[in-house]
């Protein structure tokens, strides 16, 4: 799996837009893009995923340039409860065995009142 | 809508005490499960993964256990708990293939004495 670097924190005023960057340079055709967060002391929560296109649903957006090198996750209102570890997860899918996920160091994202 | 369920959200266990977690997912049937435990300020270990009813595959060896009982069951067991056994243990489920992403749990947070 392509290894992934993020910036390792941010910070967002409370209703404006987070972007989080994320490289991932050594992606394969055929990898997929995963955004993760997590909340201290709770389980990961799944936010968004591609492949290829830009993909939208209610909690963010995924903007994947065309080389695939690199994509960006959005919160379009930042609030005080998305301040959490974000983490860009970069791995092809198996139809068999582990498609265990290896979560690297993340970003750590602090909403500003 | 699937929903997964761990329990207990957290456990204090002296050493050498036997231990059972469970998870259940709800709204799916036949996923592929997950059992990972994360250190602090660690990434994700995987320990045990299954694709079916009694079909478990170990990824590293330890004095854990797994099992799946039922198809949305997975149970994580051990005879006799160590020091090193401490940790946050996240249970997952995903249908395996066309890059769909895992779900966790709120995960179980587990103290040896």
């Known amino acids: 799996d392509a290894k992934t670097t993020q910036p390792p924190s941010m910070d967002c005023a409370e209703g404006r837009a987070a972007n989080l960057p994320c490289n991932h340079s050594?992606?394969?055709?055929?990898?997929?893009v995963y955004w993760y967060r997590q909340i201290h002391s709770q389980g990961p929560q799944y936010i968004i995923h591609g492949l290829k296109n830009n993909e939208t649903n209610e909690m963010a957006s995924l903007i994947i340039t065309e080389d695939r090198k690199s994509s960006t996750l959005i919160l379009p209102h930042a609030t005080l409860r998305d301040t959490a570890v974000y983490y860009c997860?970069?791995?092809?899918?198996?139809?068999?065995?582990?498609?265990?996920?290896?979560f690297g160091t993340g970003t750590r994202l602090t909403v500003i009142p | 809508s699937q929903t997964i369920h761990q329990w207990p959200a957290t456990l204090v266990q002296p050493v050498g005490s036997p231990l059972s977690l469970e998870c259940t997912v709800e709204g799916t049937s036949n996923p592929n499960l997950y059992w990972y435990r994360q250190a602090a300020g660690r990434g994700l270990q995987l320990l045990f993964y299954?694709?079916?009813?009694?079909?478990i595959s170990s990824e590293v060896p330890q004095n854990l256990s797994a099992s799946r009982p039922q198809d949305r069951q997975f149970i994580l067991s051990s005879k006799k708990l160590l020091l090193s056994d401490s940790g946050f243990y996240l249970c997952a489920w995903h249908h395996p293939g066309g890059g769909q992403p895992q779900h966790f749990g709120d995960g179980t947070r587990l103290s040896i004495l």
């Open positions: 997860i970069v791995r092809v899918p198996r139809w068999t065995g582990a498609n265990n996920l290896f």
């Open positions: 299954s694709v079916g009813i009694g079909q």
């Open positions: 050594t992606i394969s055709g055929n990898e997929y």
